[in-house]
C-alpha cells in the first residue's frame, strides 16, 4: 500500500480493495472529517453503535501505533511504522536513568497534577524526559526539578474518596484529581498492575466509555 498526500480533490479511493493505492487529499480527510462528525452529532443509536465499532480496534494493544482499521483498506492491512527505541527506566541501571526514574516519581508524591486555582497543568514529566533524551546529566535533570517545582503546588486532599460505584460522578471535577489518582492507583493493584486491562476497563467498556471523549468533546 503506498499513502501520498496532495492539496489535490481525488476521486473517492477504493477502500475495500488491499491492492487499492490509498491516495488521501486534503480534501478527502475534511470530507472524512466533516463525515464523522455528523455521525457523532446524531442521535440515531444504530450509527453510534457504528462509530463505537469504529474505534473499538484502539482496544488492542498489540501494536498501539497501528493506524486504527477503518483508515485502512483491509482487515490485514496496516501502515508500517519503524520502532522508536524504549526508555525503560525501570530496569535501567545507568546514573541518567536512575535519576529520572527517582525524580518523576518525587513529582508524582509530591505535585499536584493541576495547580494555579486548578488552572495550569504539571509539565514536569515532559520536560524531564525530553531533556533525558537530549542526553541530560543527571546534576542538569536535578537543576530543571529544583526550578520547575518552585512554581508547582502540593496535592491538596478531596473533598471526597472516589470508588467503582461513583467513579463518573466526579467527571470533570477538578477538585478531585488527588481522588482519580488514588482509585486508579488501587485499581493498578487490584488488575495486578496491568495497566493495559485497567485502560481497557474504563477508556473502551461500558454503555459510555470515556474513548467517546475523544471524538465527542
Known sequence: MRLSVSGEPRHTPDWTSSDSILTISIYDLKYRAETLLSVVNTKNETQFSNVSTMFSSFSSFSNP???PRFLSSGSSAAVAVDPVEVHDVEIQ???????LKHLLRLNHVNNSILYHDLEFDNHMPHILGSAYLFNAEPEHLNDIYNEESKELEPWKDSPGEV??????????DRRYQRAYVDFFEDELVLNGYD????????????????INNLISG
Open 93 to 99: 541501571h545507568d546514573k541518567r536513568a536512575r535519576t
Open 163 to 172: 470508588s467503582t460505584y461513583d467513579w463518573r460522578d466526579y467527571l470533570g
Open 65 to 67: 501505533f497501528r493506524l
Open 195 to 210: 495497566w493495559r486491562k485497567v485502560l481497557v476497563t474504563y477508556l473502551f467498556k461500558g454503555k459510555e466509555p470515556l
